[in-house]
């Protein structure tokens, strides 16, 4: 329903640019839809939510696939693009409490209550904050999450992206919004990517229109950091990020499995460049699998050097060591 929802959307702002254009909406589900009962940590296939759907884009049976952007792996398939990532919703974590916690906060609830969470990320760094707390594995589309939280006593509360909740018009069920400080969320958390036919212009220059240029330069960032650190969902790896007087910042760090290991560092870039006009070779540059031809370039590739900066700064320091073995321990 989720799914369905982010690409009414896209689609109906296609067709405010476009009246003229007829666009049919094909739906399919993914391995991840169907494999719900193992953690999707552990089923160890990078594009769990992505790849029937480009073997149709790849079959020229669709011509956009609509993703969550935090479900595209950092490194595409040859032949395909991001081409538009469009105005990105709150990317921070909701905490959803079971109706008999109602008006609690995490830091309220009762010693070892369960909370449910599907994402290594959240539990490692709530794990640190709320040692008081249990975290369990829950998996399903957030209807299934949610009806599994209020008709069972398994859970006291679960965490879920604030953004999917608002987008399904559940914002009602918000108990708690986690700050940066409580939790930096995903790579890409909150916005909603395009996918194309990378050589298909037509398309291209269609969706381009849909890209936010604030968006897209802090997710090139942020995606930039996640591909030097060669993290995925098998990992604790986790990202804030700002675009302020055109200064781009960037908080990223890496996390054991259990939270007590970590290392976060922040930092900033200028991506104050104007856009250039004049067609040149770099037209269609690829930044972490982005084509972002209405952003300036420059800015693009700022955006690109601070990820893999913050990244390199965070290597030097041990995080390969922390990553390695949080994923030692999560294949185990």
Not at 31 to 49: M, V, W
Not at 69 to 77: A, S, Y
Not at 83 to 107: I, M, Q, W, Y
Not at 186 to 193: E, I, P, R, S, Y
Request: proline fraction near 4%.
């Amino acid at each position: 329903q989720l799914a369905r929802i982010q690409t009414d959307s896209v689609v109906e702002m296609l067709r405010e640019l476009y009246p003229d254009l007829r666009f049919e909406i094909v739906a399919m589900s993914t391995t991840g839809d169907k494999i719900l009962d193992t953690a999707l940590s552990k089923i160890g296939e990078k594009s769990l939510f992505t790849k029937e759907l480009e073997n149709a884009l790849e079959r020229n049976e669709v011509d956009l696939v609509v993703h969550s952007l935090k479900d595209l792996p950092t490194t595409l398939p040859p032949g395909f693009t991001i081409g538009a990532v469009c105005k990105r919703e709150n990317p921070l974590d909701a905490v959803v409490f079971h109706p008999k916690n109602c008006g609690k906060t995490l830091s309220l609830l009762p010693e070892k209550s369960v909370i449910g969470t599907s994402s290594l990320r959240r539990a490692a760094q709530l794990k640190k904050k709320f040692p008081q707390l249990e975290f369990r594995d829950i998996r399903g589309n957030l209807n299934t999450r949610l009806k599994k939280l209020d008709e069972k006593e398994d859970f006291s509360a679960i965490i879920l992206a604030a953004a999917g909740l608002k987008r399904m018009g559940w914002e009602n069920r918000i108990g708690q919004l986690l700050s940066p400080e409580d939790c930096l969320y995903a790579v890409g958390q909150g916005a909603l990517a395009v996918e194309v036919r990378a050589k298909d212009q037509e398309i291209l220059n269609m969706v381009s229109a849909l890209h936010d240029a604030d968006t897209v330069l802090r997710c090139i960032a942020e995606r930039a950091f996640m591909k030097r650190l060669e993290g995925g969902c098998s990992v604790p790896v986790a990202v804030n990020t700002m675009l302020k007087d055109g200064q781009l910042y960037l908080t990223g760090a890496v996390y054991s499995l259990d939270g007590s290991d970590s290392l976060k560092e922040t930092m900033q870039i200028s991506v104050n460049y104007p856009q250039q006009t004049e067609d040149g070779p770099n037209d269609d540059a690829q930044h972490v699998g982005i084509t972002a031809k209405n952003v300036p370039g420059q800015a693009q590739e700022a955006a690109e050097n601070l990820g893999v900066e913050l990244a390199s700064l965070l290597l030097s320091k041990g995080a390969k060591h922390i990553l390695s073995v949080a994923r030692q321990l999560n294949d185990a």
